[in-house]
T-cell receptor, first 113, second 116 residues
């Protein structure tokens, strides 16, 4: 069965620290991969996506993610977090055979000033 | 730029009552999805439409749930005889699917349902 795993449920960082959130997916075929972010009181917003090509993708607000096919991973990174990055982050995959997004459980990030 | 909108934003109802939610997708998006999100979990797929056709329903969608997209534009999700376990955030997303794989879904703010 297809699934997405996010290993860190809660992450606490100080401003300027580096961030890496893990995401692993389970599916043997071609997938599209996404990171969505939900800021407090706001709706899910697209952070970045991978369809094909360069496995290192850049998103909004300085975020990037690397698709490593051999590891079935799509980890999210940011070199220096800000207080405004406090949010919940969801990794998701989409495969054409299933026509739906499958989400991980989310990682709640708290950045302290 | 008008995104996906959902109404109402919040709904409190008593067990056994029927509720209906509405979703207005981004204009010209041909696909519309419904998801449900409970506390501490990511959104879970419920159903989706391509234009007015409902193409897939999750096993999560019991017989008490029905969704429509009558003219291929807005969609409604109705829950009959609500149960406390239906309490959740109901999310709508839309996309423009030009190929079978490369699509991006944009989400609305959700309708938070509380069944007492």
């Amino acid at each position: 069965a297809q699934s997405v795993s996010q290993h860190n449920h809660h992450v606490i960082l100080s401003e300027a620290a580096s961030l890496e959130l893990g995401c692993n997916y389970s599916y043997g075929g071609t997938v599209n991969l996404f990171w969505y972010v939900q800021y407090p009181g706001q709706h899910l917003q697209l952070l970045l996506k991978y369809f094909s090509g360069d496995p290192l993708v850049k998103g909004i607000k300085g975020f990037e993610a690397e698709f490593i096919k051999s590891k079935f991973s799509f980890n999210l990174r940011k070199p220096s977090v800000q207080w405004s990055d406090t949010a919940e982050y969801f990794c998701a995959m989409f495969s054409g055979g299933y026509n739906k997004l499958i989400f991980g459980a989310g990682t709640r990030l708290a950045v302290h000033p | 730029d008008t995104g996906v909108s959902q109404n109402p934003r919040h709904k409190i109802t008593k067990r056994g009552q029927n509720v209906t939610f509405r979703c207005d997708p981004i204009s010209e998006h041909n696909r519309l999805y419904w998801y449900r999100q409970t506390l501490g979990q990511g959104p879970e797929f419920l159903t989706y439409f391509q234009n007015e056709a409902q193409l897939e329903k999750s096993r999560l969608l019991s017989d008490r749930f029905s969704a429509e997209r009558p003219k291929g534009s807005f969609s409604t999700l109705e829950i009959q005889r609500t149960e406390q376990g239906d309490s959740a955030m109901y999310l709508c997303a839309s996309s423009l699917a030009l190929t079978s794989l490369q699509e991006t879904q944009y989400f609305g703010p959700g309708t938070r349902l509380l069944v007492l």
